[in-house]
């Protein structure tokens, strides 16, 4: 047993010589661990050439101006570039101006033909209403930048009057669709016939139920845009005839920058008094209502300058037109209107009518002149005043203001 246990020695180192040579070929085979062995291609490798490291496109938004309303255009255009160019996501801004002759619909057009995001219109109530007439029915949203002196689309959405506030809010804010008023001067349509059968207006005429006129229009059928004239006039604010058209007509660009919309104040003034005409109203196709009246005025707006509320009713995307017809005789009257106006008291009063509508034709005796937001645009004898509900998409606030009333303000 003695003499064995050389052998058993060998024995015993072969097995760990050859124990040891399996671990250091395992070992080479593994390629010293899991470190060491062949790596699954990274992730990022398979990106490569992908879009995920490219910077997102820029938007670009077209901005249309009316130069009149500045002293330094230069200096507006500056301001624009440099407000934009704030905002890392847009490009550089195409800034269109507006002309005597073209106060803005071709220079939209052409924006839009340019492919951009967004077009802004700076300047007064006729600027931007011709911006709007054109993005009607589009899909590019209307970021509005007030300059002019009534501004009361912006007013009555709350929007900042300031160049670089209201550059900010129409990059930055959230779409709100909007009702577009549509007028036609003379349409040539069915409903018109007739209108000349109409009662004889008068004093004494009894006009249809004010306060039912609203419900009335609920079930009537919304005009569609393709039903429009091509020669008719987009509104937002309000459109009127009689009284409302001779303020606008007679009050000048001068007087209306050196006192501000207090010029519209002095020349109703001088107007106040002027000859009232006979008119017939058909509310969404009804029986004609007859009125003398000193103006007749479609709003698709409610606020005045001034925090005056015309039409307390009105919304602008409510989907509805409110019509007011007002018939003093005098002096006299004109104050219990004004009273009635200013004092936010119900909704009727003898000398006040109001009416809420879809669409409405306005038959003359004689032609009046028509205006709409603040510009005359003719006259005529029968003038027809639709509402595109919510076709246009306006920049507002990111966050709305709400009234105790739960409407935007």
Known sequence: MNDSWPVILVILALLLI???????????????????????????????GSDEDEPAPKKRVAV????????????????IRRTVSGHD????????????????????????????????????????????QVLTGTSTPMGLIPAGTGNLL???????LGLIGGIDVALTG????????????????VHAAGAADAAEPGDGAEPRDAVDAPEAAQGAQVVEAAEASDEGHAFLVMAGLGLDASIMHGTSEEAKARIGWGAYVATGAKNLLGARFATR???????????TARTVVVGNCGRLTGGITLMPDAEVDDGVLDVVAITPKGIV?????????????????????????????????????????????????????????????????????????????
């Open 18 to 48: 050859v124990g040891l040579g399996a671990a250091v070929v395992v070992g080479l085979g593994r390629g010293g661990g899991r470190h060491a062995s062949p790596k699954r291609p990274a992730r990022s490798s398979f990106r490569q």
């Open 64 to 79: 249309v101006i009316n130069p009149t309303k500045f002293e330094n255009v230069a200096s507006a255009r500056e301001l």
């Open 89 to 132: 996501d847009w490009d550089e801004p195409l800034i269109l101006e507006t002309t005597a002759e073209d106060p803005g619909v071709g220079q939209t057009r052409a924006a839009l033909a340019d492919g951009v995001d967004l077009v802004c219109a700076i300047g007064g109530d006729g600027t931007v209403r011709a911006v709007a």
């Open 154 to 160: 912006g007013r009555n959405l709350g929007l900042p």
């Open 174 to 189: 959230r779409n709100r669709h909007i009702d577009v008023g549509w007028v036609t001067l003379d349409p040539d349509v």
């Open 281 to 291: 109203l058909r509310i969404d196709g009804g029986e004609p209502i007859a009125h």
């Open 333 to 409: 009257g004109w104050a219990g209107v004004a009273v009635h106006v200013l004092a936010k008291r119900g909704r009727n009063h003898p000398k006040l009518d109001r009416y809420r509508c879809q669409s409405i034709l306005v038959s003359l005796d004689e032609p009046q002149m028509v205006e709409i937001d603040g510009d005359v645009i003719g006259h005529a004898k029968d003038v027809r005043f639709d509402v595109r509900p919510k076709s246009l998409i306006v920049r507002t606030t990111a966050v709305a203001a709400v009234d105790e009333l739960g409407r935007y303000v």
